[in-house]
């Protein structure tokens, strides 16, 4: 038996799955980060997320361009992408809002094994907007894969990347990389999330929008970067990233509302 027949799925493999694989793992490599837990880990790991997404907004334009020798690519990427922006943006959220200090989230049953309820209502919000932001994205997620959303000149319903794009922004300056602590940012991300079960049309990072899409996420890339070596000049720099992710967020689909675009 050759290794051409041994190992056939690899063979099948095109540049755009190659480039949805890359995206995974760079979702993976934030992961990691994330999961050390430092000030210093958790902006590499914001400065990879955004480094995935424009990635993953290659492997349609690769897989139109050079074809693919398979049918399941549409869930390839829909797995990549839960991974990248599913579960790494929900666990940052944790780790940047959940302080096992404070006690737990919930608890019913002290050390005594006797019954003892209390909460926390910091952590809980933390815990539920993690949890909200993992499910509804997944949800979102299996939505574009088995619909038609692809073929559509719009997204119905956020995209999981602007989410967690939208994540990045706000936790950036906002958490507590910065000393800042307050439950009102995962309540805010929280329900942001659910955007993403909507039917409101977002614009995709194709033709007239492609360009201004990748220079937001650049922006934001910039800004991080600036963080990270702790330039005075990011925090300028996060007004413009946070005002271009407003317009895409709330302008540009009242304008597609409009017809503006027509």
Request: negative net charge.
């Amino acid at each position: 038996m050759s290794l051409n027949k041994f190992f056939r799925p690899l063979t099948l493999l095109s540049y755009a799955d190659i480039a949805t694989l890359t995206s995974a793992f760079l979702g993976f490599l934030a992961i990691s980060y994330i999961i050390d837990g430092s000030h210093e880990s958790f902006i590499v790991a914001m400065i990879i997320l955004p480094f995935s997404a424009i990635i993953d907004g290659m492997d349609g334009a690769l897989a139109r361009r050079f074809g693919t020798k398979h049918d399941y690519g549409k869930h390839l990427d829909s797995i990549a992408d839960s991974i990248c922006f599913g579960m790494a943006p929900s666990i940052l959220i944790y780790s940047l809002y959940y302080n096992i200090e404070r006690g737990p989230a919930l608890e019913f049953i002290n050390d005594d094994l006797e019954f003892a309820f209390r909460y926390n209502i910091e952590n809980l919000v933390a815990i539920i907007a993690a949890t909200m932001f993992v499910l509804l994205s997944i949800l979102r997620l299996a939505r574009f894969t088995k619909g038609t959303q692809g073929e559509n000149t719009y997204f119905s319903g956020l995209p999981t990347p602007a989410l967690a794009m939208f994540t990045i922004v706000i936790s950036i300056k906002y958490s507590i990389i910065n000393d800042y602590d307050s439950v009102l940012i995962p309540f805010i991300i929280g329900l942001v999330s659910l955007l993403t079960v909507t039917t409101i049309p977002y614009a995709k990072p194709r033709g007239r929008f492609r360009n201004p899409v990748l220079f937001g996420i650049l922006v934001l890339i910039l800004t991080i970067v600036l963080h990270y070596f702790e330039n005075s000049m990011w925090e300028m720099l996060w007004y413009v990233a946070f005002g271009l992710y407003m317009i895409y967020f709330a302008l540009i689909p009242a304008m597609i509302w409009g017809n503006y675009f027509e």
